[in-house]
């Protein structure tokens, strides 16, 4: 009898084959999904970033003196008082647009309009915050 005869406990060269194909299947499909998901997370920090941006300019604006705030016009016109486009971090997809626009509602009353916009295409991101700053707040 030889020793061909005899099964071996070990794997066989299509078993082998097989588990190197399914746990080539499952790392694919691993890299596949990490890719989409650190996608999802850049812009959604992008995002969260923006947000942040805008809203503290709003909050700036807020804590000026009314006469200080712009925007000064006789019209009801929004008057850009600031462009802080500068203020993005270089990672944003260009075109970057931060602007602060005032105008008046009346002469004891202003609004506040704070619009970031960043990216192009499809992929275009508007934040707007809008406020109101009354005479003696």
């Known amino acids: 009898m030889s020793n061909f005869d005899k099964k071996s406990g070990g794997f066989s060269a299509i078993e082998l084959l097989v588990i190197i194909v399914l746990l080539s299947i499952v790392f694919s499909a691993f890299v596949s999904s990490y890719n989409l998901i650190s996608q999802a997370n850049k812009k959604s920090q992008h995002m969260n970033t ?46 970057k647009i931060a602007t602060v626009s005032v105008s008046n509602q009346s002469d004891d009353l202003k609004q506040l309009n704070v619009q970031v916009n960043y990216g192009s295409g499809n992929d275009i991101r508007k934040i707007n915050y809008i406020d109101y700053i009354k005479r003696g707040d």
């Open 50 to 95: 923006a947000s942040n941006l805008a809203f503290s300019k709003l909050q700036e604006y807020k804590n000026k003196q009314f006469e200080a705030i712009g925007g000064d016009s006789s019209s009801q016109d929004a008057v850009v008082v600031e462009d802080f486009s500068n203020q993005f971090p270089g990672s944003f997809t260009a075109p």
